[in-house]
């Protein structure tokens, strides 16, 4: 009886915040994705399918933003394992704590002022720059879909790099021994004993990535040069331009479902694998 | 802006001004780049005297010890916001936005907590018609003497008879070309603009993110009205803006970083930022088109409800004072439509071409119309452009 | 008979950093030997080991496994294989898959149904039979040990290495896997190197112990000869208990010495067998074995073949079943271990603290030893 209460005293603070600032602003979403746009703006009561009927007028932002966040993720998981792994396993561990530190620096400053940083750095005046003086003329960096890559690759590297290193670290280094041991030289030994019990904290450094990059909006539109549009840059556009909350709303519910039905199959592919390797721990 | 004239000014401000410059070239915070991350609520409270300080005989009476003001970036001189904390008590809490859309986003969602506000001329009649603002009580303003002002920059204050809002200051959207690349050209139609951006400038030029101007802008090149909401005029912008869209160098209202660096050669762009652009780097040549383009005139306006109106009222009426207002011209670049202000500016200023175009470049220019602003299709249009 | 070396180490020295973990060390053992490598915490041991699985490549000298130099070659490249201190079983594989590693590591692989038949053999040799499907943490701790104990032997390496492979099972399980692993050991008929602290194990399982000290191996040896012909005071400590007597040599020959201690009494004792002879002055301890020493009532007197006597009190007793051990305070000679077997105590009934005894020893039995 006692112990209840005291769950139910420990859960409130967490009921609230979702409740408050999940759920609720989730109900509005739905119910206004089935209104109409006032005239000057805004929001009419109404119930009708047509914002959603309009969906294929968002598409090509879809489209950009289910090709850009696997791609972003894959990208930043194939640049995050090498560096967790060499932080994890080969650091010295005199220069590990640093190294470490190093990592999370950027996160002190705000995403706005790094990106805006990269701005300088791809520009003209930075890398192309640069690449003259060794003869390479007209680089074009900025603006391109490149810098997007490279400035989501940035801004979301230590994501991906902390649950990766903690899965590492903490991989007792003798079943590597032990492999070597029983006759594994070390790329099998990564690849059959170091990397599936790395799994977990691949499987959630790509979901923070992931549900992340799907509504990413400030990257593209400061280092694409607003010429690379996705579904975030949508949102933002129809909520503080056009104003159109209704239309917004079933873009953003439709953005939400399709997050959820990705991450639901991806998290049952995860646990397959898990089951296959039969290793509970995963996830 | 020249050195020779600091002698003529009413207050001695030049180092103000270079301190203003370098302000603005280090500057992230400028319209499209809040327009985009949504961050129209950069906030700065101007610290200033402390409430309680003797009110001036001006001011007598209680106006509280805050005021909260929506307005644009790098839109004011911080040394009037100090110095009306001295006069009145009152300090001023500035919040900077991005857009029209956004400022009336953020009035439509209601609580906004704003005492006076900036809109452009092209919004009052929907804030009217949302019944979002009030009219104002001009016995409160006796500074605004409406017939110091030029009435083509102050009548889109007044709806159905009654004074919404009060003129700011006004100015053009032409664009900026660096005349370094254009091999001895001249540029001075939009027609040129769009052209040149799909051979020579490929890669180079910037529009504004924001379909006012950028569908406006597209729409002259057919000679079409800068507000033209109809269906087959538009959908002529439309295919001329996908044509173009693979040669820019970026949709984007931040525009001056990237033409002070080299990177983009020509861009959409306002008054004050074309004499900014000029002053630094000559090159820089402010062109309106031909065919025409917008003209706009910005006001001081309150919500309905604003919780400190006696305050709003006394700051408007303290940035309306002609010696005030002038310095207010020397920070941002933009001409004002009060005769009084302008007798107290250096007559390079009044004559530069940049703030006060040809009469017949003038004449071709149009206001942005309400339906402009709140047509969806023109939204639309820029979605499908942008994501092209 | 001789039989060839499996492993020899020759000068080897392996230093990390200014740590000196095995300084200068030679050694051969014998293939099908059960060898052990025993010392305190820090001598030497695992890194002895390490360098046999090619773990830790040697500073200096040479180690060689069937004749055959190995300075520089891989681990997953040797012939040996290792039982890991905390057995190191891969977490993400059932029971058959860990076993089933080695030889999956083959090239070419042998087949499933080969390698499943091995794996069940082997499961069977460790008396697991049926336990495949297991998962490794529904695994009681021996039973986790014999896993890695089948893993490590599937190979049919020509040596393997156990890293303190009992140290986290309780005692009793303990003594039962010291025992299947000597049974093992002579059904699989290769060589064991072991690698404990723990004297008991070493004593009772190993044909040549190894004792290391600070990187250096003091004495190589099987366990009896250790036992009775420990080269010095710190074997003698280490291989079982001994009362020592610090002193002098006042006399010496070839055989043994006299010693005189502190009190001016001189004992005699002998030299262990392969030991250099003490020198005249030299400082030395003299060790005698606590079963060596007699303890009587002074009604009864001294056996008559004793020819050290010394009055005592008794000051402590401790009952261990088989024996009982007396701690008594003898005149001129301090504090003194003694053990009397169960007979004995039978005999004279027992003794109470406070008791006045009689304690002596035949000193052939005793040992002069240097004090090292
Ligand atoms: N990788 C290493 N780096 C630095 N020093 C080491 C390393 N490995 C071992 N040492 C040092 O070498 C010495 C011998 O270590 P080793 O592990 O061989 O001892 P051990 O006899 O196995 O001790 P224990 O019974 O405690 O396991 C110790 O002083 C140890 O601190
Ligand atoms: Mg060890």
């Not at chain 2, 919404?164 to 139609?189: C, E, I, Q, S």
């Amino acid at each position: 009886m006692q112990a209840k209460w005291i769950n139910r005293l420990l859960l409130m603070p967490a009921t609230v915040w979702l409740l408050v600032m999940l759920v609720l602003p989730l109900i509005f979403v739905i119910v206004f994705s089935f209104g109409e746009r006032a005239p000057a703006g805004g929001y009419i009561p109404a119930f009708s399918f047509e914002q959603y009927a309009n969906l294929p007028a968002r598409f090509t932002a879809f489209k950009n933003t289910l090709t850009l966040a696997p791609l972003g993720t894959l990208a930043a998981l194939l640049i995050a394992y090498p560096l967790a792994y060499y932080l994890a396993v080969k650091a010295n561990p005199k220069w590990k704590t640093l190294l470490l530190v190093m990592v999370i620096v950027p996160f002190w400053t705000s995403i706005l002022i790094r990106t805006y940083a990269w701005i300088y750095i791809l520009g003209g005046r930075g890398i192309p720059h640069l690449l003259e003086f060794i003869g390479i003329d007209g680089v074009r960096l900025i603006n391109t879909p490149f810098a997007v890559l490279v400035g989501i690759i940035y801004g979301y590297l230590p994501l991906m790099v902390f649950p990766i290193y903690v899965s590492l670290e903490k991989l007792d280094k003798r079943l590597l021994e032990a492999s070597a041991d029983l006759g594994s030289p070390p790329l099998r030994t990564f690849r059959q004993v170091t990397l599936p019990l790395s799994i977990p904290g691949v499987a959630t450094g790509c979901m923070l990535v992931f549900i992340l990059l799907m509504g990413e909006f400030l990257i593209p539109a400061l280092l694409g040069g607003g010429k690379v549009f996705f579904i975030g840059n949508a949102l933002v556009d129809l909520f503080l331009q056009s104003r159109n909350w209704a239309y917004g709303s079933a873009v953003a519910a439709t953005l939400v479902i399709i997050m959820l039905v990705t991450v639901t199959l991806y998290m049952k592919l995860v646990a397959r694998v898990g089951e296959q390797r039969e290793d509970v721990s995963i996830l | 802006m020249s050195k020779d004239y600091k002698d003529n000014m009413p207050i001695s401000r030049q180092k103000f001004i270079e301190e203003l410059r370098r302000y603005e070239k280090g500057s992230v915070s400028r319209r499209h780049f809040l327009g985009v991350t949504g961050l129209g609520f950069a906030t700065a409270v101007m610290a200033g005297a402390v409430p309680g300080l003797r009110p001036s005989k001006a001011y007598a009476g209680n106006l509280g010890d805050k005021v909260v003001l929506a307005t644009w970036p790098n839109y004011h001189d911080e040394a009037n916001f100090e110095a009306f904390t001295k006069a009145t008590g009152v300090n001023v809490q500035v919040n900077v936005f991005g857009s029209n859309e956004e400022m009336l986003a953020k009035l439509q969602a209601g609580g906004s907590g704003w005492d006076v506000f900036v809109p452009t001329n092209y919004t009052i009649t929907t804030y009217v018609g949302e019944n979002l603002i009030e009219p104002l009580d001009l016995k409160q303003i006796p500074n605004y003497e409406a017939s110091a002002f030029d009435p083509r920059f102050a009548e889109p204050g007044t709806v159905n008879g009654k004074v919404y809002a009060v003129p700011k200051d006004w100015g053009t959207t032409g664009y900026v070309v660096n005349t370094k690349h254009t091999k001895g050209k001249k540029l001075t139609t939009w027609k040129e603009f769009w052209d040149i951006t799909k051979t020579d400038f490929s890669g180079r030029t910037m529009v504004h993110d924001y379909q006012l101007t950028t569908i406006g802008n597209a729409l002259k090149y057919f000679g079409y009205s800068f507000n033209s909401v109809d269906p087959k005029e538009l959908a002529d912008a439309e295919k001329l803006l996908l044509e173009v869209k693979p040669h820019l160098f970026a949709i984007n209202s931040d525009y001056q970083p990237s033409l002070r660096s080299g990177d983009a050669w020509m861009s959409m762009c306002w008054t004050g930022d074309g004499k900014q652009l000029n002053s630094d780097m000559p090159e820089m040549e402010y062109v309106i088109g031909k065919e025409g383009g917008e003209i706009w005139s910005d006001f001081y306006a309150m919500p309905k409800g604003a919780p400190h109106s006696a305050a709003g009222y006394a700051l408007i009426n303290f940035l309306l004072d002609p010696a005030v207002n002038a310095k207010e011209v020397l920070a941002h670049g933009y001409p004002v439509g009060d005769s009084r202000t302008n007798a107290l500016l250096p007559k390079e200023l009044l004559e530069d071409p940049i703030l006060y175009p040809a009469k017949e470049l003038l004449d071709t220019l149009e206001f942005g119309a309400a339906a402009t602003l709140t047509d969806p299709n023109r939204a639309e249009l820029l979605a499908r452009f942008k994501s092209a | 008979m001789t039989r060839p070396n499996d492993i020899e180490f020759t000068n080897v020295t392996k230093r990390f950093g200014d740590v000196v973990a095995v300084d200068n060390v030679s050694l051969s053992v014998e293939r099908g030997a059960f060898f052990s490598f025993l010392g305190p915490s820090g001598c030497g041991k695992t890194t002895s080991l390490r360098m046999i699985a090619g773990f830790d490549q040697p500073t200096e000298g040479d180690v060689k496994l069937s004749g055959q130099s190995v300075v520089g070659v891989p681990p997953y490249k040797r012939p040996v294989n290792m039982v890991f201190q905390h057995y190191a079983l891969f977490p993400h594989f059932n029971v058959g898959d860990n076993i089933g590693y080695g030889l999956r590591q083959r090239t070419p692989q042998p087949a499933k149904a080969d390698i499943d038949r091995q794996v069940s053999e082997m499961l069977e040799l460790v008396r697991l039979s049926g336990y495949e499907n297991r998962r490794i943490w529904e695994l009681s701790g021996g039973q986790q040990q014999r896993v890695a104990l089948a893993r490590a032997l599937i190979n049919h390496p020509t040596v393997l290495l156990l890293d303190e492979p009992l140290a986290a099972l309780d005692r009793k399980l303990r003594r039962e896997m010291q025992i299947e692993l000597q049974t093992l050991q002579r059904e699989v008929g290769i060589t064991f190197i072991l690698v404990t602290h723990d004297q008991e194990e070493a004593l009772s399982m190993s044909d040549t112990i190894c004792i290391m000290h600070d990187g250096q191996i003091v004495q190589t040896g099987s366990p009896t000869a250790l036992y009775d012909d420990p080269v010095n005071r710190y074997v003698a400590d280490f291989v079982g208990k001994s009362n020592f007597f610090e002193g002098k040599v006042v006399e010496a020959d070839d055989h043994g010495a006299h010693i005189e201690t502190a009190s001016g009494r001189a004992f005699a004792g002998r030299n262990p067998r392969n030991a250099i002879s003490l020198k005249n002055g030299s400082s030395a301890v003299l060790a005698v074995r606590p079963e060596i020493i007699f303890i009587a009532s002074p009604k009864t007197g001294a056996p008559s073949n004793a020819d050290v006597e010394a009055p005592a009190v008794i000051r402590n007793r401790i009952f261990l079943g088989e024996q009982t051990e007396y701690l008594v305070e003898a005149e001129g000679l301090g504090e003194v271990l003694v053990r009397a077997p169960k007979h004995a105590e039978t005999q004279t009934g027992g003794f109470n603290p406070g008791d006045q005894v009689l304690i002596g020893w035949q000193s052939a039995a005793a040992l002069a030893l240097e004090d090292a």
